[in-house]
């Protein structure tokens, strides 16, 4: 019997290991091979192909970034400061409102949004204009049915998103704060 308790504590302890790997140091890993010019060794090639569109549109956006930045009145640090605060739960309660709820614009997606992310210290509301911007209903349509395509992983997908845009930010920094002057 003390054998078997003993087993039990060990698989208990691996079982917690394991869990904190998979919410810390998993989106770190994805996100700093997501985020690498050089082709991963962890990812397949048929993902690794996806993987190259997402780095083209994700570096479309960061070209992007300043003017987000001077128009919504950030700075640098502030906007890895949200990215660092905003809550996964929130993001998906966000994502579970959006998909229940029927929405018109741009502008209602966003007002629905509002209603489950809220970040202390922040006005989101100083995002809008850019969003209803740079944003299109096809594009939202589009992420959703990403999202429930694979709703069983959000909660994993999420954290890599964060840790993968403050990666990002990060490594485009000097660069950032340049085209912000």
């Known amino acids: 019997m003390k054998k078997f308790f003993t087993v039990f504590i060990i698989l208990l302890i691996l079982l917690g290991a394991a869990y904190w790997g998979a919410r810390v140091y998993l989106p770190k890993i994805l ?22 569109v997402i780095k083209t549109e994700v570096s ?25 605060k905003v809550e996964t739960d929130q993001i998906v309660d966000a994502y579970e409102a959006l998909k229940s709820q029927a929405w018109e614009s741009t502008d209602d997606a966003f007002d629905i949004g509002l209603q489950s992310i809220e970040v202390e210290g922040y006005n989101l509301e100083q995002f ?8 299109t209903k096809d ?7 990403m999202l429930e395509e694979n709703e069983d992983l959000m909660e994993l997908y999420i954290p890599i998103a964060k840790e ?6 990060k490594k485009n920094r000097e660069a ?4 912000m002057e």
Request: aromatic letters at 6%; glycine letters at 0%; proline letters at 4%.
């Open 31 to 52: 996100a700093r091979t997501i985020t690498s010019e050089a082709e991963s060794k962890i990812i397949p090639p048929r993902i690794q192909d996806k993987m190259d």
């Open 60 to 84: 479309d956006r960061m070209e992007e970034l300043p003017t987000v930045l001077k128009t919504s009145e950030l700075d640098y640090d502030d906007l890895a400061d949200l990215i660092k």
């Open 128 to 135: 809008r204009s850019f969003f209803n911007e740079h944003t």
């Open 139 to 145: 594009q939202i349509r589009e992420w959703m049915e």
């Open 164 to 169: 993968t845009a403050r990666e990002l930010l």
């Open 176 to 179: 950032i704060l340049e085209k």
